[in-house]
């Protein structure tokens, strides 16, 4: 009788794709039928997964969904969360489970004393060591992410200048903190000197305006070209910001040669498709365990403030207001 698994995992989108291993390998190495449970809003992120069987979305009532995972009789639990409410639902489904270290202690050691106790190994490593009593292993294939026919981009739907070649920014982040003030992305974007596509949702089409209209080019701007051309200046800003939806963004991700990103979901997405990748780091640190995954990256970001990191999430605002880690990151890199 086949093995029968449920995957818990709520938020976020990168978070998610960080898990795409799990499944993968339950499915390749088990031949197992494998269900996913997370929230209505990511199930986007799987929806094109061929690893997983069956998607099971939390929508308004933890009882109902409890009540539907019973009714399913699985062997095992994989709990990838490990919060409150995964220990709940372990605790009234009632199956055999296994749950990852969430290192909760170490990395409010880190936050507060800047004690570092955390382990050198990636938070995906650790999800794959939830699952080796299952006899699964970890097969060095990467992250997962799968676009929809219907969702990708073509170059046409592109403005002209960004059809041939571009490079993509990430410019979103779930907090303020973890985003490079709008005056230094601009300087990123002219250090970067290349045609650009910002990226976000409608939170950061604001910030992207703010971009794109310092590099625009109009019949004011016309007597500059010259110069311009003299300066060999090639930034051309696309602001992408809320246009399109996750997974054309994905898809614009895919397609571009090299991608900037804050700590973010986009971030992980573009690991998943082995870009190569420029990551800021702002109030949180890649020593948490959650820097791009199996492909080649570069972090940027500044290691001479006593206060980072100040949160393994982030704030709305830097709490002792001078937000150095961002406005003081030394910009130095080379984009082939």
Known sequence: ???????????????????????????????????????????????????????????????????????????????????????????????????????????????????????????????????????????????????????????????????????????????????????????????????IILLGDQHDWEAGERVAQFFERNEKTASFEPKLAELNKKTYIYNACGKFNLNQSASIVRGASVVFTHDTGLMHIAAAFKKTIFCIWGNTIPAFGMYPYQTRFTVLENNKVSCRPCSKIGYSKCPRGHFKCMRDIVFDFYVP
């Not at 986007?44 to 997964?49: A, I, K, Q, R, Y």
Request: proline share 5%; glycine share 4%; hydrophobic share 40%.
């Open 1 to 195: 009788m086949k093995l029968k698994v449920l995957i818990l995992r709520f938020s976020s989108i990168g978070d998610i794709v960080l898990t795409t291993p799990v499944p993968r390998a339950l499915k390749t190495q088990l031949d197992a039928e494998v269900h996913y449970c997370t929230k209505k809003k990511y199930e986007v992120v799987l929806g094109g997964n061929p690893y997983i069987d069956k998607l099971i979305l939390l929508e308004d009532s933890l009882d109902a969904l409890i009540q539907q995972l019973k009714e399913e009789h699985y062997d095992y639990v994989i709990d990838l969360h490990h919060n409150l409410r995964t220990l709940l639902i372990k605790k009234r489904v009632g199956m055999q489970s296994y749950s990852y270290p969430k290192l909760n202690v170490e990395k409010w050691l880190m936050v507060n004393f800047k004690i570092n106790k955390l382990p050198n190994i990636h938070i995906v490593d650790r999800y794959m060591e939830t699952v080796k009593p299952l006899g699964v292993k970890k097969d060095n294939l990467g992250l997962d992410y799968f676009i929809p026919e219907k969702d990708e981009v073509e170059k046409e739907w592109l403005p002209e200048t960004h059809r041939q070649e571009y490079v993509a920014y990430a410019i979103g982040a779930q907090f303020n903190t973890k985003k490079l003030p709008v005056e230094r992305m601009i300087e990123l974007c002219d250090r970067i000197n290349k045609p």
